[in-house]
């Protein structure tokens, strides 16, 4: 079974923005991506802006060839952005101002948080997007998920991707593999990202769960030294399993 890849971009519009030049340009960089497999392009645009833009993200709807995949809080301001957007997919996520990355996902047992992203989901879905949380592997997560109806989960995989030791390894794979399990059978795409590279994406392939994963630092890392087409056409490899 051959499985989705988003590649994440951001990194690439990093490096731009650490001189506020014009390169490298996220669109070349979201079209060898596709060219190499991508199967979708996906971006965070972040309160701070600190590496995607606003431009950017007109500039990718327009170029991407596959699907454009959009995370994002649901503040008003976000809201408004994909309104006028369109983004085929939109990814909630959380976002806590000076986090380095995304700290975890969003919590929809909190019911301020699950009003807020019930309502976001309604219109986002009315806009034309698919919608995907992002969030903890908890059954709790997912049985909200479906609640504020989103379609598609993607599990956060930091906790697994951040263990030390072997032990947390394994007990963070298969609180994964259950969460993973449980959303598959009630009928959500099932989605995973967060920390994952070359060395530790090929036990959550091989659990045959996951039907995408969306990778960013390790690819834009790797291709530093590879090019990025190469870099995008190895971790493909990987997912076919
Ligand atoms: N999925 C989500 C929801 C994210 O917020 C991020 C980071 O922006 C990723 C996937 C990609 O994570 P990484 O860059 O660690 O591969």
């Known amino acids: ?8 971009i951001d ?17 070349a960089a979201a079209q060898v991506a596709e060219a190499a497999g991508a199967d979708q392009i996906t971006v965070h645009i972040r309160m701070d802006r600190r590496h995607i833009q ?6 990718l709807k327009d170029a991407v060839a596959t699907r454009l995949n959009v995370e994002m809080t649901s503040s008003p301001e976000m809201m408004q952005i994909a309104e006028q957007l369109r983004p085929q997919q939109v990814t909630l996520v959380p976002e806590r101002p000076g986090e380095i990355t995304t700290e975890g996902g969003l919590d929809l047992s909190n019911s301020a948080a699950f009003s807020e992203a019930k309502t976001a989901v309604g219109e986002l879905r ?34 697994y991707a951040e ?5 947390e390894r394994k007990q963070q ?7 993973a399990r449980y959303a598959h059978e009630q009928g959500l795409f099932v989605a995973a990202g967060h920390g994952l590279h070359f060395e530790n994406v090929a036990p959550l392939v091989a659990l045959g769960l996951f039907r995408e994963f969306n990778i960013g630092h390790s690819l834009i890392a790797r291709a530093v030294f590879s090019g990025l087409d190469a870099a995008v056409r190895d971790m493909k490899s990987l997912l076919t399993s």
Do not use: C, K
Request: proline share 4%.
């Open 1 to 8: 079974m051959s499985v989705a890849l988003g590649v994440n």
């Open 11 to 27: 990194h690439v519009a990093t490096v731009r923005q650490a001189r506020r030049v014009t390169y490298p340009d996220p669109v």
């Open 54 to 59: 606003d431009h950017d993200l007109f500039a």
């Open 126 to 159: 009315h806009w034309g997007a698919d919608v995907a949380i992002f969030a903890d592997p908890d059954l709790i997560q997912v049985d909200a998920t479906i609640r504020a109806g989103a379609t598609i989960i993607e599990f956060n995989t930091a906790a």
């Open 163 to 167: 263990a030390t030791q072997d032990d």
């Open 173 to 179: 794979l298969s609180r994964l593999e259950v969460a």
